[in-house]
């Protein structure tokens, strides 16, 4: 579907007309839309990218994100054919104690948080990587535009779309709408078993995250809290928080 589909739908859902400006605006379907999309990727790590990546001279570290605007995860790094393999700082302290200023062909690499890569070892003139990346989706802006991930599970989309919407009104309205996120994350689990399995016969360096056992029940629940203006003298004691 494409986004002005998607939009439509979820609108529909919320039994507002799409045509009619309303509580809920085409503008709150798209931001909800892209916000869901953007989980669900994440969630699964099902967009992949391939692209070069240039290390400046006789530097080991490096901000991906100045290169790669939509870099989530290395999957594979390769330097003239051949791959670097992946490291924890820990274990380039253990085999080099001054790995961060050794020169060299390019050998291992470790990723700092999402965005500071460190490459061991570090090349004289600079040079070119060849990257394979988990990558985040590209955000839907035009109605012609459609999701980055199979036809299939478009659908979950609009369902992961409601509940953030209705996260404005709180109490009941948002509390009967949270099924449609354990849809959304369902869905992900699905594909990501999926991208898992690819990713272990590629010998990627990174797996999407193990979700199928996941107790998504712990994550939704939604307290019911009693305000202090409902108790009375006959209200029995709240339990004690464990």
């Not at 790669?68 to 490291?87: H, I, K, N, V």
């Not at 500071?116 to 590209?138: D, E, N, R």
């Not at 012609?144 to 209705?166: K, N, T, W």
């Not at 010998?203 to 712990?218: M, T």
Request: charged letters at 20%.
């Amino acid at each position: 579907m494409t986004l002005a589909e998607l939009r439509t739908v979820t609108l529909q859902r919320l039994g507002q007309d799409p045509t009619v400006s309303g509580y809920f605006t085409g503008a709150m379907a798209t931001a909800a839309l892209n916000r869901s999309l953007r989980l669900f990727v994440l969630r699964s790590l099902c967009v992949e990218r391939t692209d070069t990546y240039t290390l400046t001279a006789a530097t080991t570290w490096s901000h991906v994100l100045t290169q790669l605007a939509d870099f989530l995860l290395p999957l594979r790094l390769e330097y003239s054919g051949a791959r670097l393999r992946p490291a924890r700082l820990s274990e380039l302290d253990a085999l080099d104690a001054g790995w961060q200023a050794s020169a060299g062909n390019p050998e291992r690499y470790s990723l700092a948080g999402l965005d500071l890569l460190a490459v061991y070892k570090q090349l004289a003139a600079g040079g070119t990587l060849t990257v394979i990346y988990a990558a985040a989706p590209t955000r839907m802006t035009g109605d012609a535009h459609v999701p980055e991930i199979p036809a299939e599970y478009h659908d979950d989309l609009v369902a992961g779309a409601i509940p953030l919407m209705r996260l404005a009104e709180g109490g009941q309205e948002m509390e009967k709408a949270l099924p449609g996120l354990k849809r959304l994350l369902d869905g992900a689990a699905k594909l990501a078993g999926y991208v898992r399995q690819r990713s272990l016969d590629l010998r990627y360096d990174r797996l999407p995250a193990e979700l199928e056992r996941y107790d998504l029940s712990r994550m939704l629940a939604i307290e019911k809290r009693r305000t202090t203006w409902l108790i009375t003298s006959d209200t029995p004691p709240a339990p004690a928080p464990t």
